[in-house]
């Protein structure tokens, strides 16, 4: 008799030309993913060449019952490290019926900036470190924390080994590998400075690539959560008081920058950045006044300012740059529970097409 696990593993290419792709996308509420398989005849490589799809919108928050309908575009697809094969996974973004992008739909004002003849001759290149925390899931207390209570202070967890100070690895391995299976530019992971706290790095990605890329890693951290029993968390602080909150630090280069002479390119960049640091405060993600105190390697929200390997600035730049009098800067500010399609296409708006 075969087993459930057994059932889960049978590898369709034996019998059949079939594949099952994974429909994907975002939320009512902007970071719950959400997804859906269907069928296909053959394998898919080009998004182009996959069907439209829709579904109950008045059952994710983004549409009303009378008129629930959502059209899903896909629009970037990725080998699935859940079913293997040729099975795969679609991110998509959402539509109405009439082909207007719904008001959570932030990916299409994104591909519009990127797309721009002065954004796409610069080749934005994006590195996101994405923080997040495991949660036991009956307590929605960190993982490895003894429930009602604290561990140890800070200091022996960043990058750590061992059972009492790292917590979640083999979730955190696993992704790493899902991740490079699928197809995902992910560049490393490290534990984090709390406890519980981990980060994946997705980069270089050029342009739109960059938020596909994120939003499908963090679709597959959170299905590799759910087959473990732990509750995954993007709040940039999770737990009040002398604890490091959780990030996206989001490093950025252009072409100017990457070449002679881009260190004034990327001075003038970040002079823009502080001209608009309360738009983009505003768009880096919900509860990151929590995180952005001036405490715990942070600038505080209220005030931009900028360094030379300055952790505690709003904008880092590398002390490897300043010495080569070229290369990129990090962006320190947006909040772990950021959308990677705002982030990224608001620095290209700022410092490549905004004129001030």
């Given amino acids: 008799m075969a087993s459930l696990t057994d059932l889960v593993n049978l590898s369709l290419s034996d019998t059949t030309e079939k594949i099952i792709a994974e429909y994907i996308w975002i939320g009512g509420s902007g970071m719950d993913l959400r997804s859906k398989a269907r069928t296909l005849s053959g394998p898919v490589t080009d998004p182009s060449k996959l069907p439209k799809w829709n579904y109950d919108g008045s059952s994710t928050g983004q549409a009303p019952g009378e008129d629930s309908e959502v059209i899903l575009y896909p629009q970037a697809i990725f080998k699935d490290p859940f079913r293997r094969g040729n099975n795969i996974l679609v991110m998509c973004d959402c539509y109405t019926p009439a082909g207007e992008p719904i008001p959570t739909n932030k990916r299409h004002n994104a591909a519009k900036i990127f797309s721009n003849p002065e954004v796409a001759a610069e080749e934005p290149w994006y590195g996101i470190e994405q923080e997040y925390t495991l949660l036991q899931k009956d307590t929605n207390w960190p993982l490895g924390w003894p429930i009602g209570g604290f561990p140890g202070p800070q200091g022996p967890y960043y990058c750590g080994i061992?059972?009492?100070k790292s917590f979640g690895r083999d979730i955190v391995d696993a992704h790493y590998k899902a991740c490079l299976y699928a197809g995902i530019n992910i560049s490393g992971i490290n534990g984090e400075v709390m406890p519980g706290q981990w980060e994946f790095q997705v980069g270089p990605s050029v342009g739109i690539s960059s938020g596909d890329q994120v939003w499908v890693a963090r679709y597959i951290l959170e299905r590799i959560t759910e087959i473990a029993g732990v509750v995954l968390t993007f709040d940039p602080k999770p737990i009040p008081g002398d604890w490091n909150g959780a990030g996206a630090h989001?490093?950025?280069?252009?072409?100017?920058?990457?070449?002679?002479g881009g260190y004034e390119v990327i001075k003038a960049a970040i002079e823009k950045l502080k001209l608009?640091?309360?738009?983009?405060?505003?768009a880096y993600g919900e509860g990151n006044e929590r995180r952005l105190t001036g405490r715990h390697e942070t600038a505080d929200i209220n005030t931009f300012s900028w360094g030379v390997a300055n952790r505690g600035a709003s904008v880092r730049v590398g002390r490897e740059t300043e010495q080569n009098g070229k290369g990129y800067f990090e962006d320190r500010r947006p909040a772990s529970n950021m959308d990677p399609?705002?982030?990224t296409s608001m620095i290209a708006d700022t410092t490549i097409l905004w004129k001030p």
Avoid: P
């Avoid at 989001?250 to 002679?260: C, D, L, P």
């Fill in 341 to 343: 399609y705002v982030v």
């Fill in 276 to 282: 608009r640091h309360k738009e983009h405060i505003a």
């Fill in 162 to 164: 061992g059972a009492d």
């Fill in 250 to 260: 989001t490093n950025y280069s252009t072409k100017s920058m990457r070449n002679e």
